[in-house]
């Protein structure tokens, strides 16, 4: 993969720093982590609630892809940034089998103790910045939602990359990704955090536990189609909350 500039640069010590708050994340407060909300802190999400919010994701993902009237073979779907398996085990429903991949060991122990039962799901943790673990033409269906949004570009990106890579000829990519911050506070706040050294934010008491990025989809449309993606359809969502304009992908593979 190419970079054309200094923020495309890919630095191991990023991937770390994710791995080390996810992991935290997974060890504190998981439920929470995924579907961040101020009055479900503390462990206040029940796991019954959280995992039904994914058996309806699933449900009006496939009813979304019947309605652009696209399909796939129904062999095998990632989920990444899976987590605790909420997308995981709703895929196998649609999918014979559903690989859910993340950067979390602490995640990974979880999803894997919730979903037990499910013989249809495996989970794997994922700490490098590529998908080499899988390999070429492999999956259907590759889904990703609210995970490509807490990385900077150059990891989401190469991710994208990879993406096409392990996708087979014809299937399907949906993923979401914010374009910016709409705010003008919100993008000065943006714009210190990602300018300014670590030691400077900490004189601020700020903390990096869950970073925002977003990518503009005028940059992700030629990224995608240099890689024998076409871009099917492209829909403004919330899933990045109020303070940003969010968008969700869908790709389909070609020769």
Request: charged residues 30%.
């Amino acid at each position: 993969m190419s970079h054309d500039s200094k923020s495309d640069i890919l630095l191991p010590s990023e991937m770390d720093r994710y791995q080390e708050t996810w992991d935290e994340l997974g060890r504190t407060d998981p439920f929470w982590a995924v579907l961040s909300s101020s009055t479900k802190t503390d462990n206040r999400l029940q796991p019954e609630d959280f995992f039904a919010t994914g058996v309806t994701e699933i449900e009006s993902l496939m009813e979304y892809l019947d309605s652009l009237g696209v399909s796939t073979e129904r062999q095998k779907a990632l989920d990444f940034g899976c987590g605790l398996g909420r997308l995981t085990s709703p895929l196998t429903k649609f999918f014979a089998t559903c690989t859910g991949v993340d950067i979390s060991g602490s995640f990974i122990e979880l999803a894997k103790k919730y979903h037990a039962k499910n013989t249809k799901c495996t989970f794997l943790v994922n700490r490098s910045k590529d998908l080499a673990i899988f390999n070429d033409n492999e999956f259907d269906l590759i889904y990703s939602n609210i995970v490509l949004q807490h990385m900077r570009p150059a990891f989401s990106l190469n991710y994208i990359h990879e993406f096409l890579r392990i996708l087979k000829t014809k299937g399907i990519l949906v993923f979401q990704v914010p374009r910016h911050r709409i705010s003008l506070v919100g993008r000065f706040k943006q714009a210190f955090k990602e300018f300014c050294p670590d030691w400077i934010i900490s004189q601020f008491g700020e903390k990096r536990i869950m970073e925002m990025h977003g990518i503009r989809e005028k940059k992700l449309t030629k990224f995608v189609q240099k890689r024998h993606g076409r871009i099917i359809d492209i829909v403004e969502d919330q899933a990045a909350g109020y303070d940003w304009k969010s968008y969700r992908y869908c790709i389909r593979k070609h020769e």
